[in-house]
């Protein structure tokens, strides 16, 4: 867990604690500390807001970090002011995003989800997600291959519909590692 506001590392751990399968080993105030125990500690799940660390904030830390080499995943929590840190988060490769106002046990459950492989975005900003992608495709320089394919758009629409892994899998007539794959090449 990454945040320079101790009274907010504080309450978060205590709302995670009462999930017995969670654990959090360790506890960072700042990007640089945060990249340190990351090497060190090779946690499951990061715990990160954007603007959390005065000397390198976390999204410095996602684009510092090569998470191809840990088995960290990313979850960022935010306000949600600026849907850009959410989608520039998204690029950098958080695989969830948590909104500061969502209830405590969507909290806990989008840290069992990003676990499980899952991506974790609510409606709203699957939506702003989405645009932006399409967006910098449609404005940025050409591509050969667009950012998402079809079938990957039809697997986004359904994730923002709240469907998992299975049962998008059993919709689309494809395996639920191929329901993965996608994003891991993306986002």
């Known amino acids: 867990m990454a945040d320079?506001?101790?009274?907010?590392?504080d309450g978060l751990r205590k709302l995670i604690d009462g999930d017995e399968?969670?654990?959090?080993?360790?506890?960072a105030q700042n990007g640089s500390e945060c990249i340190k125990l990351?090497?060190?500690l090779k946690p499951d799940i990061l715990f990160a807001r954007p603007s959390a660390c005065r000397k390198k904030d976390g999204l410095a830390v996602l684009e510092e970090v090569n998470f191809d080499t840990i088995p960290t995943r990313v979850i960022v929590l935010t306000a949600a002011?600026?849907?850009r840190d959410v989608v520039r988060a998204m690029r950098l490769g958080a695989r969830g995003v948590v909104l500061k106002q969502s209830a405590t046990d969507l909290l806990v459950k989008s840290i069992h989800r990003v676990h499980a492989g899952e991506i974790w975005l609510d409606n709203r900003?699957?939506?702003?997600?989405?645009?932006?992608f399409a967006?910098?495709?449609?404005?940025?320089p050409r591509r050969e291959k667009p950012l998402l394919s079809d079938r990957e758009k039809e697997i986004v629409q359904l994730v923002a519909q709240g469907f998992r892994n299975k049962e998008i899998g059993e919709k689309l007539f494809i395996s639920e590692?191929?329901?993965k794959k996608p994003f891991a090449q993306h986002l």
């Not at 967006?135 to 940025?140: R, T």
């Open 4 to 9: 320079d506001h101790a009274i907010f590392r």
């Open 21 to 27: 399968d969670i654990t959090i080993i360790g506890e």
């Open 38 to 40: 990351l090497a060190k």
């Open 81 to 83: 002011e600026d849907d």
């Open 125 to 132: 900003m699957t939506a702003e997600v989405m645009k932006a």
């Open 135 to 140: 967006k910098s495709s449609e404005s940025g």
């Open 177 to 179: 590692q191929t329901v």
